[in-house]
């Protein structure tokens, strides 16, 4: 999972090319994020090449957040040729963010996320 902020995210987007951008936004403060944080890196692990994982600190990249609507930690966007093609709020397990990729659907509920604030 490759750090991203407002100067280099654009560049980190289009490098990826075809291949679908996983963008997680998250809080430093925020507990679920720090919870979802492995999940979404076993997650990047077994996208390896099929998907670039990002990481998005919202608070330190508030235009990033606002030009996603992100209103709540942690959410996960899916892009492809750097425009949305879903997301999931909160993440409650692997198996929901490689669903966002491979198109199956997520078995486990979403998990409560912390709102912006």
């Known amino acids: 999972m490759q750090v991203a902020n407002q100067v ?35 997650a990047a692990k077994q996208l ?20 996603f609507g992100i209103d709540g930690y942690p959410t996960v ?5 750097g425009v949305e093609v879903t997301r999931l709020d909160g993440v409650e397990d692997t198996a929901e963010v490689l669903a966002l990729v491979n198109g199956t659907p997520a078995k486990a509920p979403k998990a409560p996320k912390a709102k912006k604030g």
């Open 77 to 81: 966007v899916m892009l492809r040729g």
């Open 8 to 42: 280099d995210f654009d560049a980190k987007v289009a490098a990826a090319g075809d291949q679908a951008v996983l963008v997680q936004f998250v809080s430093p403060w925020c507990g679920h994020c720090a919870e979802s944080k492995p999940k979404v890196l076993a």
């Open 48 to 67: 390896c090449g099929k998907a670039t994982v990002l990481s998005v600190d919202a608070t330190l990249n508030p235009k990033l957040a606002d030009r």
